[in-house]
């Protein structure tokens, strides 16, 4: 059965600033000339899609590695972040 594989398209390289203290990271899209507050888990997201492309949950064990898998976790942090980020234009969905 096909599945989602999520991406950042090279053409639309993102670029991150943080600040020491801060929970939120400024996201820089490049094709849009768009910037974007996040928490440190949608930049820890946004990071691993750049680094690689992934299924929800392949990403999610990346994310967190010690925690167990279950669908409605997977189907919340899909829904959630991967959905939203896909919205705002700064990832992209393939069936794999």
């Given amino acids: 059965m096909p599945s989602l594989t999520w991406y950042i398209n090279d053409d ?11 929970d939120a990271v400024v996201v820089y899209q490049s094709s849009s000339g ?5 928490n440190e888990l ?8 750049q680094a690689s492309p992934a299924t929800a949950t392949t990403l999610f064990k990346r994310l967190y590695p010690s925690e167990s898998l279950s669908n409605v ?9 991967l959905v939203n980020f896909e919205q705002l234009g700064l990832i992209e969905k393939t069936l794999s």
């Fill in 12 to 22: 639309n390289p993102l670029f991150f600033a943080g600040w020491p203290a801060e």
């Fill in 34 to 38: 768009d910037t974007h507050l996040v």
């Fill in 42 to 49: 949608g930049a820890a997201v946004l990071e691993s899609l």
């Fill in 73 to 81: 976790a997977i189907n919340k942090f899909s829904n959630n972040l």
